[in-house]
């Protein structure tokens, strides 16, 4: 059995701005990374609204740097998962995918969410090349451009009407005969000129040379009046949810309906003392690099202040 001051559960931009200031604070961390080292931002290939790049940054070069900051002041980074904790007292423990055993005096669970995808293949085949999960993300390169949103509920409706404000045509494609999201959110959709919503529409797939340039669609899949619909697009956006990777934390911490954890008092604090969250693991709100990484900063902070006192 190994033992830390401060184990860290995670990566991306809140795992390791976590281990930097940790680090920096000499609790000696060691951070498990997961099983996709960077988080969602690896899945994308330029970052422009993240401070301090004023012409963007690769994805994945930017979680190397941060990586490499961690490293320098000297974070243990291992590349396994966390896939089991006991958090029933204080020292805590767990267990990696290797079968290792730790007991640590703080935990920084920053394990992010990862968003729904439609399960199509040609979603991996474009991915970082018009397809996307994130449009505050990445709606910026779609400019004039005419771009589709999947999905029915708010996020969805959220997006639209954001990627509206860009492109010069959103499509909504609705599998349903009507829209989930909430009346005001209805509206505001309805309005908005330049935004097309396709019901009962479902994704077959996409196409493209060199990247996106039109979806396979059909309408009212089943029925006897099914037809094949193609419409010609430069972006294609998921908004049919997130899934927050917290499932074995479930027993030990409280989450919403959707699976996020609770933070205590708008802190990264949880009902357990010790333990913190960051990311979006504990955000359904915003989900964004650089509040991730804010809530990186806090939760190391919060563990310093923590092994002060006790």
Request: aromatic share 8%; net charge negative; with cysteine.
């Amino acid at each position: 059995m190994e033992h830390t001051k401060c184990l860290i559960i995670g990566s991306g931009p809140a795992g390791y701005t976590a281990a930097i200031y940790a680090s920096r604070a000499n609790l000696s961390p060691i951070e498990y990374c997961g099983l996709q080292p960077g988080g969602q931002l690896t899945q994308t290939t330029e970052v422009e609204n993240f401070p301090g790049y004023p012409h963007g940054v690769d994805g994945n070069q930017m979680m190397m740097d941060l990586r490499e900051q961690a490293e320098r002041f000297g974070t243990d980074i291992r590349d396994g998962e966390i896939v089991k904790v006991d958090l029933a007292q204080r020292p805590y423990k767990a267990w990696d995918d290797a079968g290792r055993e730790i007991e640590t005096d703080t935990v920084i669970i920053a394990t992010g969410a990862s968003a729904k995808y439609l399960g199509l293949p040609d979603e991996q085949k474009y991915n970082g090349m018009g397809v996307s999960a994130c449009a505050t993300c990445d709606g910026f390169f779609y400019r004039k451009k005419t771009v589709a949103v999947v999905g029915g509920g708010d996020t969805a409706c959220e997006d639209a009407l954001y990627l509206s404000g860009l492109a010069k045509k959103v499509y909504m494609i609705v599998r349903k005969p009507f829209l989930r999201a909430s009346k005001v959110m209805q509206q505001r959709v309805m309005e908005r000129e330049n935004i097309e919503i396709l019901f009962e529409h479902n994704t077959l797939g996409l196409f493209g040379e060199d990247g996106v340039e039109g979806a396979h669609l059909v309408k009212r899949k089943g029925e006897a009046d099914e037809q094949l619909v193609d419409i010609q697009i430069d972006g294609f956006f998921l908004a049919i949810g997130h899934k927050p990777n917290t499932d074995i934390f479930k027993e030990w911490l409280e989450t919403d309906e959707t699976g996020y954890l609770k933070k205590t008092n708008g802190t990264p604090r949880t009902k357990l003392p010790g333990v913190f969250v960051a990311g979006d693991c504990a955000d359904p709100t915003y989900r964004q690099a650089i509040s991730a990484a804010g809530t990186g900063c806090q939760a190391a902070i919060e563990a310093e202040r923590f092994l002060l006192n006790n």
